[in-house]
């Protein structure tokens, strides 16, 4: 009996290096060097399966309206999107434990945060805007796609909320870092619509890649 068509949606940059070698040990492998190709789809060792290299914040919303069957995404990309009011029709059924960090926030090294209202920089905008509500703060968020140090230098936020790997960034731009909002890894989603749909074939996939976690513990 031929296979049901799989789609796995992958996201693009350091997740990509480190998903990679985990799929491999999990029997998938895509047919031709993905970081050598400016291709997005890309066939695999499985004639049904395909891979397909995105950004990695459309991994959810590709995995939500069924574009992609599975897909791995950072645990602050699911965060962001859940608290925007996506994912409600996806699973999260594995941490592959891949490109790990934390998401923080971070001050100018020694600076007293106001009494009152602060401006937060972000690009996290509904994650941040639920977590400081949740902390009882009243928050002005202020989103930003990048460079996210500079807002505190020039005046623009009293704190930031961004992906921390060694804070070596922070330091070298005089902030430091105050409080961990989560750890961050990268998960494997599958939709729920293509879990039922194609569980026979997708659930031998968590299996091993669960397995090859497992093994890298």
Request: glycine share 6%.
């Amino acid at each position: 009996m031929s296979q049901q068509p799989l789609t796995i949606a992958l996201s693009k940059g350091r997740i990509l290096d480190d998903t990679l070698p985990l799929f491999e040990e999990a029997g998938i492998v895509p047919a031709e060097d993905i970081k050598k190709s400016r291709k997005l789809i890309f066939d695999t060792n499985h004639d049904h399966i395909k891979l397909v290299v995105i950004r990695a914040t459309d991994v959810p919303t590709y995995v939500e309206y069924g574009a992609a069957d599975m897909g791995v995404a950072g645990k602050d990309v699911l965060m962001e999107a859940s608290a925007s009011g996506q994912t409600n029709s996806l699973y999260e059924p594995l941490d592959l434990n891949i490109a790990t960090c934390r998401l923080m926030t971070a001050a100018l090294k020694g600076a007293k945060q106001p009494e009152g209202r602060i401006k937060v920089a972000s690009k996290f905008v509904s994650l941040t805007k639920r977590y400081f509500a949740e902390q009882g703060r009243q928050a002005d968020i202020i989103k930003l796609y990048g460079g996210m140090e500079l807002a505190p230098i020039m005046g623009l936020a009293d704190l930031i909320v961004d992906i921390v790997d060694t804070g070596n960034t922070l330091k070298a731009n005089g902030l430091e870092e105050r409080d961990l909002i989560a750890p961050i890894s990268s998960r494997l989603v599958v939709g729920k619509a293509a879990m039922k749909m194609k569980h026979q074939q997708i659930q031998p996939i968590i299996e091993k890649l669960s397995a090859a976690v497992d093994r890298r513990r």
